[in-house]
């Protein structure tokens, strides 16, 4: 399995910006996926962005395309969420998650191991 642990959340002004880390423990394989899923206090969770270790493609939601950018270190096993220009309403716990297959998902119940979450808090 692919264990996945988030780092990197934080208190930010709306504007700013931050960067979520999710470093993958125990066996690795090229060609899993890793997705960020965020909750907010009394909503529903969504999909935020995704990755596939196989060729690198990503995927983000519309409300964050344009100010969240996924990056990747193969060496550390580590896939980080660059998020610029945060406003309160991207105000919630992040929870990175993986999948076994290289095919992105947007759907929670496709993957079978997540993080404890982060929190990220932006202020107006």
């Known amino acids: 399995q692919v264990q996945p642990v988030e780092s990197g959340g934080g208190l930010v002004q709306a504007g700013g910006s931050l960067r979520l880390s999710c470093a993958a423990s125990?066996?690795?394989?090229?060609?899993?996926?890793m997705g960020w899923f965020r909750q907010a206090p009394g909503k529903e969770g969504e999909f935020v962005a995704a990755f596939s270790w196989s060729g690198g493609s990503t995927y983000y939601a519309d409300s964050v395309k344009g100010r969240f950018a996924i990056s990747s270190d193969n060496a550390k096993n580590t896939m980080y969420l660059q998020m610029t220009n945060l406003q309160p309403e991207d105000t919630a716990v992040y929870y990175c998650?993986?999948?076994?297959?290289?095919?992105?998902?947007?759907?929670?119940?496709?993957?079978?191991?997540w993080g404890q979450g982060t929190q990220v808090t932006v202020s107006s």
């Open positions: 998650a993986t999948k076994r297959n290289p095919e992105i998902s947007t759907t929670a119940s496709s993957y079978a191991f």
């Open positions: 125990g066996r690795t394989f090229s060609s899993y996926t």
